[in-house]
């Protein structure tokens, strides 16, 4: 097996796309993110997408490393999915039904 190809896919893909990742918007927002909320991720969007359902959603978190008081990113790591795909799984969460006391149910909540 060819170590630059894995199953049929190119690994060198993101990297040779992003062989500049210090400077990407992505990875820009989740060092700063990490200033105020260390544990938090950052989800990118793209505007110009409207309601398409193969718009790809960046999520990022920022990594550092503590020395001494001082701090430093050294990666940020992250993913990328389908908008359709949080969609799906935002409807499932909220559009159950719910049980409100006095054997009353309700699709409303």
Same mark, same amino acid.
């Given at each position: 097996?060819? @170590?630059?190809?894995?199953?049929?896919? /190119?690994?060198?893909?993101?990297?040779?796309?992003?062989? &500049?990742?210090? /400077?990407? @918007?992505?990875?820009?927002?989740?060092?700063?993110?990490?200033? *105020?909320?260390?544990?938090?991720?950052?989800? *990118?969007?793209?505007? /110009?997408?409207?309601?398409?359902? /193969?718009?790809?959603?960046?999520?990022?978190?920022?990594?550092?490393?503590? %020395?001494?008081? &001082? %701090?430093?990113?050294?990666?940020?790591?992250?993913?990328?999915? @389908?908008? *359709?795909?949080?969609?799906? &799984?935002?409807?499932?969460?909220? *559009?159950? %039904?719910?049980?409100?006391?006095?054997?009353?149910?309700?699709?409303?909540?």
């Amino acid at each position: 097996m060819n @170590l630059i190809e894995q199953n049929g896919v /190119d690994i060198r893909q993101f990297s040779s796309h992003h062989n &500049r990742a210090t /400077d990407e @918007l992505w990875y820009k927002r989740a060092v700063e993110q990490h200033m *105020s909320q260390p544990e938090s991720f950052v989800y *990118s969007v793209p505007h /110009d997408v409207a309601h398409q359902n /193969d718009t790809l959603i960046t999520a990022s978190h920022a990594l550092f490393l503590y %020395k001494n008081e &001082r %701090k430093a990113p050294v990666a940020v790591v992250g993913f990328q999915f @389908l908008q *359709s795909a949080l969609f799906n &799984r935002f409807m499932n969460i909220t *559009s159950y %039904k719910v049980y409100i006391p006095n054997n009353i149910y309700s699709d409303n909540l």
